[in-house]
């Protein structure tokens, strides 16, 4: 999958050689990739609009069957071999048939996931554990999560379940029922959102992560957090550097949480082969459809992941 500078119509399937994985490297047939925010992001000029990087190459995540390595290919669990199957992220160029990535990128995939399952696990876990560990949240503390239904949501909601913390989810009432089901206290975004989570919490709100992006979910943080170091962002960097919270992510200014995340793959395929933590896909793709698999993703009404299968 390739793509030029533009809308979804950009993206293409093109064929190119697939090359051997040289020492510390690994060659992997891709199973399921997937589809992630940042991924429409690259060609829709977020991060600018260089011709010297067409075509670009999209995905960041991928599971599959090891097919070849390199020398000395080794990974976080140990050293990797054909017939593994596995995780790979960080994967630039996911979207393919064919990957080949370091071999400190893969990790195994636990057998209780299905392909799709394990395509989309990474990408959204990792960024749920970088955005607890920098709101410091703990056990018998409230959290507000806003956007918690979506990929990196419904894995942030489970893990600060998990940590004996009390979640307080924004979400369409469509999604109450499932974040309810995770152990949340879900509440409907739109006017009167501050005021609703003050009489769920009466308490007071120690925390706030952004998963969303909109001026409400920064506002409303602000309003009912009174650290601002305990509300950050992954989405709304913009209006959260303006109201002194902090940025989470890859963009210019903001904490990309490297090691966090790097740390956290064999926490999250550990937690989810033990049924401590659900992967929830919300719909799958063929590799030629991607254009469509991103105007669902770019709408923000999904539940869980979308992935593509080529």
Known sequence: MAAAYGGPEVLSVISVAVPEPESGQVRVSVRAAGVNPFDYKVYSGTFGTDPKDLPLRLGVEAAGVVTAVGADAVGPAGPVAVGDEVIAYYAPGAYASDIVVPASSVVPKPAALSWEQAGGLLAAGVTAVHVLEAIGLA???????HGASGGVGLVAVQLAVARGATVVATASKAK??????????PVAYG????????????????????????????????????????????????????????????????????????AARLRLTEAAAAGRLRVLVDDSYPLSEAAAAHREIAAGHTTGKIVLVP
């Open 139 to 145: 056990k018998d503390e409230t959290v507000l999560v």
């Open 176 to 185: 109450h029922d499932l974040l309810r089901e995770l152990g949340a206290t």
């Open 191 to 262: 006017p009167g959102l501050a005021d609703r989570v003050r009489a769920i919490a009466p308490e007071g709100v120690h925390a706030a992560a952004d998963l969303v992006g909109t001026d409400e979910a920064v506002d409303v943080s602000v309003e009912l957090v009174s650290d601002r170091s305990r509300i950050a962002t992954i989405a709304g960097h913009e209006r959260g550097n303006r109201a002194g919270i902090k940025l989470l992510g890859g963009l210019p200014g903001a904490d990309p949480g490297t090691e966090i995340r790097e």
